[in-house]
């Protein structure tokens, strides 16, 4: 699939599941209970137990119907090796401008995490597709990230980190391209139980959260 199709179905689903789990099978039995809640992104973080191995298998399993991602990406070495399992996004919690070259060698999407206006701005112009602000709750939330669209209208912003069903809606009227969402999408007492209906809910409830707050 061209980067421009991957890109736009990102941007139109506005959710982004990160899939921190402590073990390979876990991550595939949370990968299917998303995509069964409508969610057609997944991001697998490299702190998955085998996570280059669950994206080749997720790859291989749901091919175009899931648009793979891998985060908690740190270098260059490990965003290649999740590009070449299948990884059609690169996903970091910091900047890291190698990682965005490599990201474009493979012509993937990436989105590199950022903090600060500086730090942001030098992602945007390194060739992020979208820049990750994390860790966004703690960083003031949505009016943090109202605050940033002022001087940087034009940067796409991906808050991460703290972003919940009763925030959703107010980063995404912020100006939120999407949000990145972790445990309070993948709930871990959930996964502990194999209640896996419960995280199908909640990527239902994310979506409908993004898209009410578009006004779609």
């Known amino acids: 699939m061209e980067k421009r199709h ?12 990160v899939v921190r789990v402590t073990s390979a099978q876990e991550a595939i039995e ?18 998955v ?3 280059i191995d669950v994206i080749k298998e997720l790859t291989k399993k749901y091919r175009d119907e899931i648009l793979m991602g891998a985060g908690t990406i740190l270098d260059p070495e490990t965003a290649r090796a999740a590009l070449l399992a299948g990884a059609q996004f690169i996903v970091t919690p910091t900047l890291n401008l190698d990682v965005i070259q490599i990201a474009h060698r493979y012509s993937a999407v990436v989105v590199p995490g950022a903090m600060t206006p500086t730090e942001i701005l030098t992602a945007w112009n390194a060739g992020a597709d979208m820049v990750k602000v994390f860790p966004a709750a703690q960083l003031g939330g949505p009016e943090y990230l109202k605050a940033l669209k002022g001087p940087l209208p034009q940067i796409l912003l991906v808050p991460t980190g703290g972003v919940n069903l009763q925030n959703a809606s107010a980063f995404i009227k912020a100006g939120a391209s ?3 969402v972790g445990g309070e999408l993948v709930d871990k007492k959930a996964v502990k139980e194999k209640k896996f209906n419960v995280i199908t809910d909640n990527a ?3 979506l409908r959260a993004v898209r009410e707050a578009r006004g779609q």
């Open 178 to 180: 999407a949000i990145g």
């Open 204 to 206: 239902r409830a994310f």
């Open 49 to 51: 137990q085998g996570a």
């Open 30 to 47: 949370v990968s299917d209970a998303i995509k069964e809640g409508g969610i057609s992104l997944i991001e697998i973080t490299m702190s």
């Open 6 to 17: 991957i890109f736009n179905r990102m941007l139109d689903e506005g959710v982004i599941p």
